[in-house]
């Protein structure tokens, strides 16, 4: 499971895919052996005559590609998380990201974090800067629904916001 997670998080999509389907071949032969009260060893060969049958392969594949789905969505949501992580440790470490090259402070959808938060209203600025999360509601409340969302998506995508928190 890790070493998916991580080769999708690299970009490596085939090798994730790859990892992913032995990760679930080992899994199947494990519950496979234990339902039979047998040495995993010894159901191997049990196991790949079942997917033969059509049915059972269709179900191995279903669920191969259910685990491959939860492992991109899982890539994208840690993804942004060490974005976060990364964004506030410079914040603390009095880190100027302005002195960053813009290419290095590009956040998990690709804006500028300097960029979007220059552009944010004053309040929405002050509520950022204290971490404040109650100001930053009433910042939002102020704003219609379309501008709120707006601003929103846009730190979401700077990596100034991690909405899974």
């Known amino acids: 499971l890790l ?34 009260k047998q040495h995993p ?48 440790q410079a914040q603390e470490d009095g880190v100027n990201l302005q002195e960053m090259p813009k290419e290095q402070r590009l956040g998990p959808g690709g804006l500028d974090p300097v960029e979007v938060f220059e552009s944010l209203p004053e309040s929405m600025q002050k509520a950022f800067e204290s971490r404040d999360v109650e100001e930053l509601k009433k910042a939002l409340l102020a704003m219609t629904d379309e501008e709120a969302d707006r601003h929103m998506s846009r730190c979401t995508a700077s990596g100034l916001w991690n909405s899974n928190e």
């Open 41 to 88: 060893g010894n159901v191997i060969l049990p196991f790949f005559h079942r997917m033969e049958q059509p049915e059972l392969f269709q179900g191995f594949q279903d669920g191969l590609e259910t685990f491959i789905d939860r492992i991109i969505k899982r890539a994208v949501v840690k993804k942004q998380e060490i974005d976060s992580e990364r964004l506030l």
């Open 3 to 36: 070493a998916s997670l991580e080769d999708e998080m690299n970009g490596f999509r085939d090798k994730m895919r790859q990892t992913a389907r032995q990760s679930q071949i080992i899994s199947n032969i494990t519950e496979l052996a234990k339902s039979l």
